[in-house]
């Protein structure tokens, strides 16, 4: 290895459906990890979806699902050998959004 890595900066999907944006956050990783990439930033909001802007309520956030979609995107970097930062919000454990 020379010392150098190779990052990618994403502009993936953000909507308000986790699942969706998940799934989207895995296939851009498939493709980083296929151009040699080491490493993937994905943008504010991600996973969960843009404060106030697709999300009126946090009600409407599926947390569960949340943890769901971390966990397969956890799987997906151990398996694809890369590192990803996925940006999100995150539900306290007081029911707080932090």
């Not at 947390?63 to 397969?72: I, R």
Request: aromatic share 6%; proline share 1%; hydrophobic share 45%.
């Amino acid at each position: 290895m020379d010392g150098t890595i190779s990052i990618a900066i994403a502009q993936s999907l953000v909507t308000a459906d986790v699942a969706a944006n998940g799934r989207h956050i895995r296939d851009c990783m498939e493709q980083a990890s296929r151009n040699g990439v080491r490493l993937a930033h994905f943008p504010e909001g991600a996973l969960t979806g843009y404060v106030k802007a697709q999300i009126k309520s946090w009600g409407q956030v599926d947390w569960h699902q949340v943890e769901e979609e971390l966990l397969l995107i956890k799987e997906a970097a151990k398996r694809l050998g890369i590192w990803a930062v996925v940006d999100q919000s995150w539900l306290g454990k007081i029911g707080q959004v932090v």
